[in-house]
């Protein structure tokens, strides 16, 4: 990422609660030898169960392995005198309930609305002082739709149908976001008892298919075909479609021709932002400030986040049940239960040991698709062409390939999603199938992160309702 001056650095402002960091040592305080949960992991999923968690009386840890918290969400201070959002750099996919029930505005978040949203250049011969055309989306609808009649009415006039469309089948998905998938294995094989209790997992995906009614075709075709069939079948212009497609490949090894591409678009349009329906945004402060935000309103409940504070293995007792983790320098930390904020193959591939482990769970964990496109840099010479001047702005740069990404923030193989977002790799199989409500096959154990349902991106639900899940096992206890 580039840092073009310093009028950019100081537009983003401090959070007004951004003193947070420095006032509190996330370290300082005496370490504890029992919790009731341990939390591996201070990136936002692993902040978001550790707040809910406390708030419902579950005395909470977190050990985040570096000198921030965050994880991807995170703002640094790399090069001298500019702070920025080192990777995930935008907000939308924010659950809001987790706005309102983490009080995250008490807690110093502001947001600022990215509008207008998406900026199109084309390369175009001028013919004298004529300015070469350019496609500017936001959120006024009569705008874009002047925007786009620059290539094409037809489209235009379409624009307005795709996007109800699009929100309609966001709808739908939007009720399988906030709960673990249904627990198919429960309702065909449990007891009485659990097949009664599954009955209710299948709540969203009832209500799913209310909302999708009579078009569950149309709707199926977008979340397996390549975007780029479905957006020809909706619009003429090159324009528009590339702007749109691009949703569809963010984070992803794929192409707008590739089946299931469609899938991904759809993930990155289906959030919102203060009650706006698709809407993104900017953190003020950055995206450390959310992680910030988080974190404050966990410790203002209690629970306890310390950094560079190592996990080094998930404890396990002679009887086959989670008792703790061991840190990098001999810590024993005991607890009732262990969440893992930790993509899944060093959750269950480097910190658990494998003994406790089924050998075909394992393998399917080692056979995760993690496989990563993404390289967190401006390619300047081609910015430089629709942008004159804009090299000679740069004052700094950094460059994330997915080496680094995995070393810096435990990324598997790059990928920001810890796994990719595979139809093959989504709700009854996410990370493995049979293994999808947050628990693992170690008792005691769950994964709150990215690599659980519902996925990757800032979204908080994988920690939110990985928390409640970890909550009802406990009272059952």
């Not at 624009?159 to 998938?181: C, G, H, N, Q, V």
């Not at 899938?263 to 003020?284: D, F, P």
């Not at 404050?296 to 306890?304: D, R, T």
Request: proline share 6%.
């Amino acid at each position: 990422m580039a840092a073009c001056g310093r009028g950019l650095s100081r537009a983003m402002g401090a959070s007004p609660f951004s003193a947070w960091r420095q006032a509190h040592s996330y370290t300082r305080g005496r370490l504890k030898p029992e919790y009731d949960a341990v939390v591996i992991g201070a990136g936002h999923n692993g902040l978001v169960a550790a707040a809910y968690l406390q708030r419902l009386g579950v005395n909470t840890a977190v050990f985040e392995r570096r000198h921030v918290i965050g994880g991807a969400a995170v703002t640094e201070e790399i090069i001298p005198g500019f702070k920025f959002s080192r990777a995930s750099y935008l907000l939308s996919l924010l659950r809001p309930q987790i706005y309102t029930e983490l009080e995250l505005k008490k807690h110093g978040l502001r947001l600022h609305l990215r509008n207008p949203h998406s900026f199109t250049p084309m390369l175009e011969e001028s013919a004298g002082s004529k300015v070469p055309r350019s496609l500017l989306l936001g959120t006024d609808m009569a705008e874009n739709q002047k925007q786009i009649a620059q290539f094409s009415r037809k489209d235009a006039e379409a624009f307005p149908k795709y996007e109800a469309f699009m929100s309609r089948l966001a709808l739908a998905i939007d009720p399988l976001l906030d709960a673990a998938p249904a627990d198919v294995e429960a309702f065909w094989r449990g007891s009485l008892l659990q097949r009664l209790k599954s009955l209710s997992t299948l709540k969203p995906l009832l209500q799913a298919g209310r909302i999708v009614g009579a078009r569950l075709p149309q709707y199926y075709q977008v979340l397996t075909a390549p975007i780029a069939k479905v957006l020809d079948q909706w619009f003429e212009s090159e324009p528009l479609k590339a702007t749109l497609a691009t949703d569809g490949v963010i984070g992803a090894m794929t192409s707008p021709s590739i089946p299931g591409s469609g899938y991904v678009l759809l993930h990155h349009v289906m959030g919102g932002l203060e009650g706006m329906q698709g809407a993104w945004g900017y953190v003020q402060g950055g995206m450390g400030a959310l992680s910030d935000a988080i974190a404050s309103s966990a410790a203002a409940h209690g629970a306890s986040i310390f950094t560079e504070k190592t996990v080094a293995k998930v404890q396990v007792s002679h009887g086959g049940r989670v008792q703790g983790v061991v840190l990098q320098d001999g810590s024993e930390v005991r607890s009732r239960v262990v969440l893992s904020n930790a993509s899944p193959q060093t959750t269950f591939l480097k910190l658990t040991p494998q003994e406790w482990l089924p050998e075909e769970f394992v393998q399917r964990i080692s056979q995760l698709d993690i496989q990563s496109p993404v390289t967190k840099i401006n390619v300047f010479d081609c910015i430089e062409a629709y942008a004159p001047g804009f090299k000679g702005s740069v004052v700094g740069r950094d460059v994330l390939t997915p080496p680094d990404l995995e070393r810096i923030f435990g990324l598997p193989g790059g990928n920001v999603f810890h796994c990719a977002m595979a139809l093959d790799q989504l709700y009854f199989a996410r990370p493995v199938p049979l293994h999808s409500s947050y628990r693992s096959p170690l008792q005691g154990l769950y994964l709150c992160g990215s690599g659980a349902h519902p996925g990757g991106g800032v979204m908080g639900a994988a920690g939110r309702n990985a928390a409640h899940v970890v909550f009802r096992d406990l009272r059952s206890m």
